[in-house]
């Protein structure tokens, strides 16, 4: 089983709404990452959590908080979005940090702020 | 800074062969790496090459390096309609990063 998976496929929120998006893998994968994906544009990386643990924050700003509850779970909370943050989110795992790792990646939530 | 470049769009015939390039700028990425993302869908990892390698081939797939000069190709045999996709080449920078280039569509011509 190489599944990351990841909820809601689509949401659609308001700019001061609060929702939240999901992502869980069983692989016993130690790191998890969420990337943002713009139309025709490649990933970028926003956080990468390992052994539960915040590792890396890309500058991302504060109205998108991620959560790691434990090693198989990953949220990421959205609340005051604007228009722009508009994207493709996905979220990845891999066995541990580490380049020698290859991070595999989820179908990914399709997120629109109205 | 770290980049990876590569052509936005090719067109192949079904059946003959797709050579994607990708050229990248950290000659200290460990690993390279081709994903695969079709309309809609997120990111599958087709494969990936230790920069210590020079080929790696896997069924209809075959990945060239030149690490003198920084490039990467994929080499799609047989290209069927399913093939049809976005292809991006990938750069690990450090433990956990990896830089993606733009993408290349990958369009299958009848």
């Known amino acids: 089983d190489t599944e990351v998976t990841q909820t809601p496929k689509h949401l659609v929120m308001g700019m001061t709404n609060k929702k939240s998006l999901k992502c869980e893998q069983h692989?016993?994968?130690?790191?998890m990452y969420w990337y943002k994906q713009k139309a025709k544009k490649p990933p970028e990386l926003m956080f990468v959590?390992?052994?539960?643990?915040?590792?890396i924050n890309e500058s991302v700003p504060s109205r998108f908080s991620p959560e790691c509850p434990n090693s198989s779970l990953l949220n990421l909370h959205l609340h005051a979005l604007q228009p722009e943050d508009s994207a493709l989110y996905l979220c990845?795992?891999?066995?541990?940090?580490?380049?020698?790792?290859?991070?595999?990646f989820g179908e990914g939530s399709w997120l629109t702020v109205v | 800074g770290e980049d990876v470049e590569q052509s936005l769009f090719l067109s192949v015939r079904e059946g003959d062969s797709s050579v994607i390039n990708c050229t990248y700028t950290?000659?200290?990425?460990?690993?390279l790496y081709w994903y695969k993302q079709e309309p809609g869908a997120g990111l599958q990892l087709l494969t990936y090459?230790?920069?210590?390698?020079d080929m790696k081939q896997d069924q209809r797939l075959t990945v060239l390096l030149n690490k003198k000069d920084k490039h990467l190709s994929l080499r799609i045999a047989d290209t069927q309609t399913g093939d049809s996709a976005i292809y991006f080449c990938?750069?690990?920078?450090?433990?956990?990063?990896?830089?993606f280039g733009k993408g290349t569509r990958l369009h299958i011509l009848p």
């Open positions: 990845a795992s891999s066995t541990t940090r580490g380049a020698g790792n290859t991070i595999y």
């Open positions: 692989m016993g994968h130690r790191a």
């Open positions: 959590y390992s052994y539960e643990k915040l590792s």
């Open positions: 950290d000659s200290s990425s460990t690993y």
């Open positions: 090459i230790f920069s210590n390698m």
């Open positions: 990938a750069e690990s920078i450090g433990d956990d990063k990896i830089i």
